[in-house]
């Protein structure tokens, strides 16, 4: 199976600062990628798929990018809700797979 | 769609386990849908359970050597997991998740505890 790891595992940011988040695929998955925010209770909230494609209803501060191995996430200048923590999902292969997760916490 | 899982909290080791999620807003039926299930063991990441197709086709996490069972309940609008002979392993928080692709998932629950005990 493809096994995605996700770096940094943890972030301490202020609000209004830049943050890019990384996931690295084992083999290579094309732009077979999403990410996903999961705020603690809440259901997980799809953000981007095909590594670039913004989900209905998801603010244009998130953005991705990558192909091939190597993606990447960024929130342009976080707010107040977007501390979380955020996993990438493969849809390359079967199983389908999930990093670990990178929690941004406030600083 | 919106989607809230159900089950015990509790399930005695060796014992099966069973959620069902309830599906809102739309049907379970619709042409294209596809429901998963997903769960998060402690302090790790989320793992992908499988899928039930809106024609009824599954698909699973071989990781599980055939444990598990997906099923759909047109009646009651829902979908149900099955997993049997649990271990500790098996404590996490389990996700349903649907999705007009098998590819990603949107929606989803907000999650159920289960816990394994022994």
């Known amino acids: 199976e493809v096994v995605l790891t996700q770096s940094p595992g943890t972030l301490s940011l202020s609000p209004g600062e830049r943050v890019t988040l990384s996931c690295r695929a084992s083999?290579?998955?094309?732009?077979?990628l999403a990410w996903y925010q999961h705020r603690p209770g809440q259901a997980p909230r799809l953000l981007i798929f095909g590594a670039s494609s913004r989900a209905s209803g998801i603010p244009g501060r998130f953005s991705g990018s990558g192909s091939g191995t190597d993606f990447f996430l960024t929130i342009s200048s976080l707010e107040p809700d977007d501390f979380a923590v955020y996993y990438c999902q493969q849809y390359g292969n079967l199983p389908r797979t999930f990093g670990q997760g990178t929690k941004v916490d406030i600083k | 769609v919106h989607l809230q899982e159900s089950g015990p909290g509790l399930v005695k080791a060796s014992e099966t386990l069973s959620l069902t999620c309830s599906v809102s807003?739309?049907?379970?039926?619709?042409?294209?849908?596809?429901w998963s299930w997903i769960r998060q063991l402690p302090g790790k990441g989320l793992d992908w359970i499988g899928h039930?197709?809106?024609?009824?086709?599954?698909y699973f996490n071989p990781s599980l050597k055939s444990r598990a069972t997906i099923s759909v309940d047109a009646s009651n609008n829902q979908f149900s997991l099955t997993l049997t002979s649990v271990t500790a392993a098996d404590t996490a928080v389990y996700f349903c998740a649907g999705t007009v692709t098998t590819r990603w998932f949107d929606p989803w629950g907000q999650g159920t505890q289960v816990t394994v005990s022994s």
């Open positions: 039930v197709s809106y024609n009824g086709a599954t």
């Open positions: 083999e290579t998955i094309s732009t077979y």
């Open positions: 807003g739309g049907f379970v039926t619709s042409d294209g849908y596809h």
